[in-house]
């Protein structure tokens, strides 16, 4: 069983900025899963992230998400592609430096969806590098679409199809983002409450009560990053998913399954 992990493009850059990445924190959470696999050898693992202040910038002002004609101006594709992949650089030489034997494998490159979903992946070389010990690095990314033209396709849904439709199955997911859940958008609303744990007693509260995000994001925000993990939650037996913030240490003690009085931990119940 696999540990997915995401590094959310709102906490590896500044998503009011443009093209801001927070190398020190990247160097952390890199610093942070290196020593995590180097306690536990057994730790398989597929790292992914965000796009935060690079991809998401292109795509809305070019409308990438939205689908672009064939007769368009297809220059947009190429930008928003380009900054996820500036983005993805920077992540991966991060963890090259921490020792881990990290392998960027551009989902584009592989990938075809239909009406922003994905239709087919060729995730053979991801499973080949993983069988080498290497640890293959996605990210959230543009897709040709035969639908609508193109597509951005989210980390959050390359994640689910690897779920569902490879022989790559989790047993948990962790999302490096927002520190938790909050009963509203803690960036707008200062008396936001944590939500430690999310299951089908509170799904439908919670869902009414999440947001987009703070920032120009083309997939969707909170809001759709926890409807798609319920859905997996759903098809995925045992799977359980962490929400939790870049504070030092704690993405380290969710991968050595320590007790965690923060976050959110959402499970089928
Ligand atoms: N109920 C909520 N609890 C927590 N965060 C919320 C809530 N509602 C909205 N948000 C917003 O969601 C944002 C996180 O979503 P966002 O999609 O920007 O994160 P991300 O996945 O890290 O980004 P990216 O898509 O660039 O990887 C938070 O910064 C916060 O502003
Ligand atoms: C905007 C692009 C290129 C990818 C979006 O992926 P996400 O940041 O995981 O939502």
């Known amino acids: ?89 920077i992540v991966v030489d991060a963890l090259l430096d921490a020792g881990l034997p990290a392998l960027q494998l551009q989902p584009s490159a592989a990938l075809v969806s239909a009406a922003g979903q994905i239709s087919s992946w060729d995730t053979r070389n991801l499973a080949l590098a993983l069988s080498h010990g290497l640890c293959p690095i996605i990210h959230g990314d543009v897709a040709f679409d035969t639908t609508q033209g193109s597509a951005i396709i989210s980390t959050e849904q390359l994640l689910a199809y690897l779920a569902t439709s490879s022989d790559l199955r989790p047993s948990r997911i962790i999302l490096v983002g927002e520190d938790a859940v909050y009963t509203a958008d803690p960036r707008v609303d200062l008396n936001a409450e944590r939500i430690p744990r999310i299951d089908a ?21 909170m809001r759709s990053k926890l409807d798609l993990m319920w859905q997996l939650i759903q098809t995925v037996p045992g799977l359980q998913v962490r929400l939790i913030g870049p504070q030092p240490g704690v993405l380290a003690s969710a991968l050595a399954d320590a007790p965690l009085h923060v976050g959110t931990l959402m499970l089928d119940s």
Do not use: C
Not at 69 to 83: E, I, P, V
């Open 201 to 221: 007693s509170n799904i439908g509260e919670v869902l009414d009560s999440a947001a987009g995000s703070h920032a120009i994001d083309v997939t969707g925000g």
């Open 1 to 89: 069983m696999y540990t997915f992990i995401k590094l959310g493009g709102s906490v590896i850059t500044d998503k009011a900025g443009r093209e801001a990445a927070d190398l020190p924190l990247i160097s952390r959470l890199a610093a942070e899963i290196a020593q995590a696999r180097a306690a536990n050898p057994n730790l398989r693992l597929i790292i992914s992230h965000g796009s935060g202040s690079f991809g998401h910038h292109y795509a809305a002002k070019y409308g990438v998400h939205r689908g672009l004609a064939a007769t368009a101006d297809w220059m947009g594709f190429a930008l928003t592609a380009g900054a996820a992949l500036r983005l993805n650089r």
